[in-house]
């Protein structure tokens, strides 16, 4: 079984939601950042994923859970085999996750973009294109 916010007794949401914490800069020279400009979001103001955000954010920090369930299993000398399958399983979660929101992108983003005209689509369906080809790759 993974580690999740009922393991630890919902704590681990309840310190989230009370010390909201900021993403630590990202000091890697392969990564790269995402900008929200007007030209990539909706016309409405809304993502795709706004009316499922808090099932994402669940989601997001049962995945996290299984991330820090992967720390204690090395400080705890857990045999190999045994973190390549938390491995898997939180890898797995991460995918299911993305590809959630990008049938959300697709059926708000694109969408929306395709009553705005031709060259709106086009350009969306080039962005969801890249975004597919970098899911990939991972």
């Not at 969306?124 to 991972?138: F, G, H, N, P, S």
Request: hydrophobic share 35%; aromatic share 2%; net charge negative.
């Amino acid at each position: 079984m993974t580690s999740t916010d009922a393991d630890t007794g919902g704590s681990t949401a309840a310190a989230a939601a009370d010390h909201p914490r900021k993403p630590a800069p990202d000091t890697r020279s392969d990564v790269q950042t995402v900008t929200h400009t007007a030209e990539t979001s909706p016309s409405a103001g809304k993502h795709g994923y706004a009316q499922q955000k808090d099932a994402h954010i669940k989601r997001l920090r049962r995945i996290e859970g299984q991330i820090r369930g992967l720390q204690r299993m090395l400080e705890e000398d857990v045999y190999c085999i045994d973190i390549l399958t938390q491995v898997s399983a939180s890898t797995k979660g991460l995918q299911s996750f993305g590809l959630q929101l990008l049938e959300e992108h697709l059926r708000h983003c694109v969408a929306d973009a395709a009553v705005q005209g031709p060259e709106a689509i086009d350009a969306k369906v080039q962005e969801a294109t890249k975004a597919i080809e970098r899911m990939l790759r991972t």
